[in-house]
């Protein structure tokens, strides 16, 4: 089976960061693209930020020169610096890997971490 674990969500106030991990592991082959997604009471889950196995990243406009997407493959790992953070960031944060296993090729899920910004 494939895991995908996050960790390193919490409260913060505005203005404060935090840095989010999540570890794949399992009977895997390769990791494609990671990626962090949100998604807040009441609403859809969003895109926040991707990285591509070559380390092209992308991010959604309203976290783009406040977070950092980056992956360490030795690691199986994916994080996210959150600085400069605001209440409006405050959500449930997932973890996504587009990864090859044993059964092939397929999407995985975290099952996610809190972030609440608030003083």
């Known amino acids: 089976q494939v895991q995908l674990v996050e960790s390193g969500g919490g409260l913060v106030q505005p203005g404060g960061s935090l840095r989010l991990s999540c570890v794949v592991s399992?009977?895997?082959?390769?990791?494609?693209?990671m990626g962090w997604y949100r998604q807040a009471p009441g609403k859809q889950r969003d895109l926040v930020a991707v990285?591509?196995?070559?380390?092209?990243?992308n991010y959604v406009d309203s976290v783009k020169g406040r977070f950092t997407i980056s992956r360490d493959d030795a690691k199986n790992t994916v994080y996210l610096q959150m600085n400069s953070l605001k209440p409006e960031d405050t959500a449930v944060y997932y973890c996504?890997?587009?990864?090859?296993?044993?059964?092939?090729?397929?999407?995985?899920w975290g099952q996610g971490t809190q972030v609440t910004v608030s003083s």
């Open positions: 996504n890997a587009d990864l090859q296993w044993y059964k092939g090729r397929k999407d995985f």
């Open positions: 399992g009977n895997i082959f390769s990791i494609s693209t």
């Open positions: 990285i591509t196995s070559g380390g092209s990243t």
